[in-house]
């Protein structure tokens, strides 16, 4: 069974654009959550889909959004970037069996760098 | 406020004996705990997991045990080989308390294996 991919693996925009990244979750995955991964603040929670409805969300500000597609498949998009996105986004995918979410599987990471 | 911490950002083994990775919440919720062992530039990688009904859970040279009365975890690898030289981290979840989708990773702790 194909891993969590994320496309694309590396990045680079500068301030004041915007970034749209692509997660595509295990086949039979219903669950995608992102994170975002800083040297300062380690691995820190973005928002998580399930069947593409947003059921939870870290504490990040209104630039960060993302969406599920009915194939499970998801976005994250970024705007307005400043210096301080740059970081590796992770996406990852988990099975979700009677309303409890299984292990989550991680994507090896879109390298954003913001210049 | 860390709600999972590892406080040893580093730890340096001997080919061949035991790595004993620590790691404690302070968020009495939680109630589902993971291990995952990253490489650079690469997406954290599934280790082994545990939910609070058990105290111990065993996937061959890794074993994570569970002391919820002094809210404390540990990874350890037995025998320890050079190829698990990379960045562990813990991670929590209140799996059936609502907080679906969202981890809370402590910072990592590097372990390096000699030859």
């Known amino acids: 069974k194909a891993g969590v991919t994320q496309t694309p693996r590396y990045l680079i925009k500068t301030r004041g654009q915007q970034v749209t990244l692509s997660c595509s979750p295990i086949?039979?995955?219903?669950?995608v959550s992102w994170y975002q991964q800083t040297p300062g603040q380690g691995l820190q929670f973005l928002f998580e889909?399930?069947?593409?409805?947003?059921?939870n969300k870290g504490n990040f500000p209104g630039r960060f959004s993302g969406r599920q597609f009915s194939n499970s498949r998801s976005e994250m998009n970024v705007s307005t970037l400043e210096l301080g996105d740059s970081a590796l986004y992770l996406c990852?995918?988990?099975?979700?069996?009677?309303?409890?979410?299984?292990?989550?599987?991680f994507g090896p990471g879109t390298r954003l760098l913001v210049l | 406020d860390q709600q999972v911490k590892q406080n040893s950002p580093s730890l340096s083994v001997q080919e061949g004996r035991i790595s004993i990775l620590n790691c404690d919440y302070t968020?009495?919720?939680?109630?589902?705990f993971l291990w995952y062992k990253k490489y650079p530039a690469e997406g954290p990688t599934f280790l082994i997991s545990i939910s609070s009904i058990k105290d111990k859970n065993e996937d061959g040279r890794f074993t994570v045990f569970l002391n919820k009365s002094a809210k404390h975890l540990s990874l350890h690898i037995v025998p320890s080989q050079p190829g698990d030289s990379a960045v562990y981290f813990c991670a929590a979840s209140g799996r059936y308390g609502g907080s679906q989708g969202n981890l809370i990773f402590g910072k990592g702790t590097k372990l390096s294996v000699k030859p």
């Open positions: 086949s039979g995955h219903r669950s």
């Open positions: 990852a995918s988990s099975l979700v069996a009677g309303g409890v979410l299984e292990t989550q599987y």
């Open positions: 889909y399930f069947s593409e409805t947003q059921r």
């Open positions: 968020n009495s919720m939680f109630d589902y």
